[in-house]
């Protein structure tokens, strides 16, 4: 009995897990909700379509580093590459608003998926 007990709570762990990462939508988020600068909608829509836009604000990287982030978009999740204009629009905004941290060794934040 008690372990028909445990394997319903698991089971049940286990589906309201899956419901609230499936119920999440990036559209929960407001371009508001993130610093103003020019290119902040056009950034947050760009990037919301796939994924929400605080995944983006957690990171800190260079320009080279955030255009390399936009080729492994494309290479590999298919994202439709941007014409040049709206390239940079998203670029400058990034390398504005998301500049690189500090390293762990002195003090401040690492991104774990920067090079």
Not at 80 to 96: G, Q
């Amino acid at each position: 009995m008690r372990r028909i007990a445990w394997a319903v709570m698991a089971g049940l762990l286990w589906i309201a897990t899956a419901t609230a990462q499936s119920n999440f939508s990036p559209r929960d988020e407001n371009p508001e909700d993130f610093p103003p600068g020019a290119g902040r909608d056009e950034t947050f829509y760009a990037c919301t379509a796939c994924h929400g836009f605080k995944l983006v604000a957690q990171q800190g990287m260079t320009r080279a580093q955030w255009d390399d982030s936009i080729d492994l978009m494309i290479r590999r999740h298919n994202m439709p590459p941007p014409d040049d204009k709206d390239r940079a629009v998203v670029l400058n905004y990034l390398e504005t608003t998301y500049p690189p941290r500090l390293p762990a060794a002195r003090g401040g934040w690492q991104n774990p998926f920067a090079k």
